[in-house]
């Protein structure tokens, strides 16, 4: 909101470019991503050039000191249309205007804003006013208002840079825009974070719901423009695009249309782990009844006798726990000889672990990892006690945070290995799922590691894991990472899903360079004598040479129908066949696998 009263100070310095002649514009393409042409112009103002005034901020800047903000952004809108006539320019002109100067073109002295568009030849319904708020919207009925006018006249609502922290869900919602310009801050990028590209998701699904189309701003690269693309998004601007000129392009480049025309699909960035970082250990409760010290040995007795299931008690002082008495230890201790008679009348406590540990229901489970690496591991067949703000709040097992971390991890592995952290099982399933959906040539090439249990066994896991990090950064980077997803199925698998179209120069290389490095993760003697002895399967004595790569590829056609656990085992069914091979490179046709479906 423009609040600032006006200050004849400062207006000396925007009046005379208000009068005069001194504003400049330029002027940047927004490109219709499905049709591939210019689908209109977004106007930006600049000032005398080597000025103190020369960029937009710095003239909204004196505008706002000046008290004039609404003058200066209609007189801009006014200029700007002007120069956008002149030169002819096609598709839609998109004017960035404040709430107050809006509501000021629509009613009262802006209304001649829209007659001169007409006059220069510039159709009202070509305008898009683009709301750029950098304050909040008090009034947003009389916005309404507003913009309810000019829709009857013709030009349309744009809300900008939706995302930022000004731009509004409210106003999306009660506005009703024509077009909705999400902030360039989440393409940014956009094809290495997995944030971002959720939140680009989600903006779209707002977008459907509401049917606005978007405008996807702030695109600098080919990688971001094919994320964009693939999404479905209908509308993007950025550097990569066009430029701010002013004698703007009336077409868009080559390397754009490059990649608009091209039909592979962009790889997308694995989402992080989706199991819920917020998930507590009050999961884990189990409801048990308590006792106090003054409950006698025999009295706990007869409590676990009737409560079969129960691991442990817990002893209270009011609602204090103050011990834990574990079923087996006690039922041991009582077994003894002559230990009923001697203590089956004396308190409980006799028998109590008066240093339990003790957790808070409210701490999640990944806070309690370091627990189980910790040295005392007692918890583990006695169990804890869960508090609610230092009462008794009930027990748990170790067994069941064990279970509930390690069901965490797999999670977590079928979504990203963590040794690579290379996509894992449920990323390379959904991959396979896009391409195909697509309805795009592919190979799905399988890579796998020979004689890499015996080495494993030889040198330990740590250098066995130095084993499959080799390969891995082997076959990344023989990956053109725009449209070559590669994933880790786990252990010495690994799985590229090639869209290269020189994808079998690509698997030969890996091959190569994968052995040329291999050998220097072996020991000297072993090294010079091409591998080294151990016990085969069977268990017998059997030389096996050092490790080597094997790839199986299966190429997918367009029309392919099968579903991506087919695609899958084909593909490992081919790597199982190259693993005899000479070359240990073996491909299986398309028209094999596919045709299983028919």
Not at 107 to 122: I, N, P, S
Request: with cysteine.
């Amino acid at each position: 909101m423009n609040s600032a009263r006006f200050n004849p100070i400062h207006a000396t310095r925007i009046q005379p470019l208000i009068e005069g002649e001194g504003l400049r514009f330029v002027f940047q393409p927004i490109a219709s991503l499905k049709g591939g042409e210019i689908h209109g112009y977004e106007a930006l103002v600049r000032g005398p050039e080597g000025s103190a005034l020369a960029t937009p901020d710095a003239l909204l800047h004196a505008a706002r000191q000046a008290g004039m903000t609404a003058i200066f952004e209609q007189r801009c809108c006014e200029l700007a249309i002007e120069a956008f006539a002149r030169q002819r320019l096609g598709g839609k002109l998109f004017l960035n205007v404040s709430a107050p100067t809006l509501q000021r073109i629509a009613v009262g002295a802006g209304g001649h804003v829209l007659q001169l568009a007409r006059e220069v030849g510039v159709a009202p319904g070509r305008l898009v006013f683009e709301l750029t708020e950098h304050e909040r919207v008090e009034d947003i009925a009389a916005l309404e208002a507003a913009v309810a006018t000019l829709r009857a006249e013709g030009p349309q609502l744009a809300i900008d840079d939706f995302g930022d922290g000004r731009s509004s869900l409210r106003l999306w919602s009660q506005l009703n825009p024509e077009v909705v310009k999400i902030d360039r801050y989440f393409v940014h990028e956009v094809h290495r974070d997995s944030r971002k590209l959720e939140v680009l998701r989600t903006v779209m699904g707002l977008a459907k719901a509401f049917g606005t189309p978007l405008v996807v701003e702030g695109i600098e690269t080919a990688e971001e423009l094919a994320v964009v693309r693939d999404l479905g998004c209908r509308f993007a601007q950025g550097f990569f695009l066009g430029r701010p000129q002013a004698e703007p392009p009336r077409v868009l480049g080559e390397a754009v249309m490059t990649v608009l025309r091209s039909s592979k699909l962009a790889v997308l960035p694995s989402a992080p782990q989706h199991a819920d970082p917020l998930l507590t250990v009050d999961a884990l409760c189990i409801a048990a009844p308590t006792v106090t010290a003054a409950q006698t040995c025999q009295g706990v007795l007869r409590l676990f006798a009737a409560h079969p299931a129960l691991h442990a008690v817990a002893v209270v002082e009011g609602e204090t726990p103050i011990g834990l008495i574990h079923r087996r230890v006690f039922v041991d201790q009582l077994a003894r000889p002559f230990h009923a008679d001697l203590f089956g009348r004396r308190s409980c406590t006799l028998f109590m672990n008066a240093e339990p540990l003790r957790v808070d229901r409210s701490s999640t489970i990944d806070s309690l990892v370091s627990i189980l690496m910790g040295e005392n591991q007692g918890y583990l067949s006695e169990g804890f006690i869960l508090t609610d703000g230092g009462r008794y709040a009930g027990l748990a097992t170790g067994d069941g945070l064990v279970r509930a971390v390690t069901e965490r991890r797999i999670e977590a592995a079928r979504l990203a290995n963590p040794l690579t952290c290379l996509p894992g099982n449920l990323p390379i399933t959904a991959h396979i799922r896009r391409l195909l959906d697509a309805r795009v040539d592919f190979a799905a090439a399988y890579f796998d590691l020979n004689n890499f249990k015996p080495y494993n066994d030889r040198y330990g896991y740590w250098r066995g894991d130095e084993m499959i990090k080799l390969a891995a950064s082997a076959i990344s980077a023989q990956c053109d990472k725009s449209c070559d997803f590669l994933g880790h199925v786990g252990g010495d698998d690994f799985v590229v899903l090639f869209q290269s179209e020189d994808w079998e120069a690509r698997c030969r290389a890996v091959i190569s360079s994968f052995a040329d490095k291999a050998p220097s993760l072996y020991d000297d003697v072993e090294r010079a004598q091409g591998g080294l002895d151990a016990e085969d399967r069977r268990g017998f004595k059997a030389f096996f040479p050092i490790t080597s790569l094997s790839v199986g590829v299966v190429i997918i056609p367009r029309d392919c129908q099968r579903d991506p656990e087919a695609i899958a085992s084909a593909a490992a069914a081919a790597k199982k066949v190259a693993k005899s091979r000479p070359d240990y490179f073996h491909v299986l046709p398309g028209e094999v696998c596919c045709a299983e479906a028919a």
